[in-house]
């Protein structure tokens, strides 16, 4: 029997109110709602191919080349998922029971807080679903993958409802990709090489340990509702002060963890003092930024004052070995921020 397979790509998104913890960590529920832009197909993206073999043929998993456990619970939770709802669906299923190959490539750090996994699992989830031909919302599948994976299967403006059940629990598109044109978005690589604790690891320690959770899990809900109205009028200050306090607080979040998670080091905070103060320089607050659970920044501005941000940021923080920028809705460039200062 030959092969037939489908290569698909998805884009990395960048969480403006984060998702941290979790209500049941099987089904990946999380315990706030939260959202997120999603960057163009064109740059920050995982590129999945999915192909069924023939039968007596081994089913293989590769990510950026190295083989991985195709028995790994969360990429063996996705295929089964897509195999059940293309199962109810009507797709033959002499299909859904040849094996199947999966190789996933991303064109950045993997693991390092750029939302690989998000990618990741946005792509494979799309390309097992085209492969067995599933219909419908395929967030709630790439979320039991990656939680963040599920923003990536939208474009523009995401926002994950985090429901109660595997059912209720989907992304949303809020605003699509060319709501906000003149959207600007800086990549600079910090570090990276991957994280010391990882995502699903630290938020289980948080859950358990920050006395400030709850806290920060009660004020989401404000929190959604008005970035959401922030980018509906395309308010960039607003977005940018309720971006960068909720960046903040889970930040701080991780610092009552026990023990603490230090995802940010000194460039990051370096980073941070650079935007207060060019904001208070410049008289307005024109540019923002976000960090992940790593030390990588996200900087956002409009497209007026993007070029001379970006080569502010440029001359503070690179060495000029590799600048590298990612902008806006067609990333271009990121910086590499690894010699700082
Ligand atoms: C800090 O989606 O990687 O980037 O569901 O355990 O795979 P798991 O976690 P993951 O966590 C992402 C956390 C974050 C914030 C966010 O993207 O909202």
Known sequence: MSSSGVTLTAPVNIALIKYWGKLDETAIIPTNDSLSFTLSQDDMCATTTAMTVARGVKSKFWLNGKEMDLGHPRIRAV??????????????ETLLDLPVRI??????????????????????????????????????????????????????????????????????????????????????????????????????????TSPLMPARIASVPDKISAITKAIQERNFRAMAELTMQDSNQFHAICLDTFPPLFYMNDVSHRIIDFVHDYNRVKGSLIAGYTFDAGPNACLFTEQENFDELASVVEALFSDGVETDFVKGMKPERKVDASKLL
Request: net charge positive.
């Open 79 to 92: 295929v089964e998922e897509v195999r059940k709802i293309a199962k109810v669906q009507g797709t033959d």
């Open 103 to 208: 190789a996933s490539i991303n064109n950045f750090p993997t693991a390092a807080g750029l939302a690989s996994s998000a990618a990741g699992y946005a792509a494979a989830t799309a390309a097992l679903g085209a492969l067995y031909g599933v219909k419908g919302d395929l967030s709630r599948i790439a979320r039991i993958g990656s939680g963040s994976a599920c923003r990536s299967i939208s474009g523009g403006f995401v926002r994950w409802i985090a429901g109660s059940t595997s059912e209720d629990s989907i992304a949303v598109q809020v605003a699509p990709e060319n709501h906000w044109p003149s959207l600007r978005w800086l990549i600079c690589v910090v570090r990276a090489t991957p994280k010391a604790v990882g995502s699903t690891e630290g938020m289980r320690r948080t859950i358990q």
